[in-house]
């Protein structure tokens, strides 16, 4: 791969990354209310099923991005 491309693809994963920073944090979020059951009622109560469709779409994104910057690996 020649340099010029590896800075591209470089570039574009970093623009990625902060675009997806601020959903990481929701994600946090439902990780941490996940694992201490006064946070999981919070949530329960919070989150309407056009959310919870939203956040999953957003994660099979991310994850899909996240698995194709393994092609780029040492």
Excluded: C, G
């Amino acid at each position: 791969m020649e340099v010029e491309q590896f800075k591209e693809i470089e570039d574009h994963a970093v623009v990625k990354a902060q675009e997806y920073k601020p959903f990481f944090s929701d994600l946090l979020f439902y990780y941490i209310a996940e694992r201490y059951p006064d946070y999981k009622r919070q949530l329960s109560s919070n989150i309407t099923e056009t959310r919870a469709k939203e956040v999953l779409k957003k994660t099979e994104e991310v994850f899909t991005w996240l698995q194709s910057l393994s092609q780029f690996k040492k």
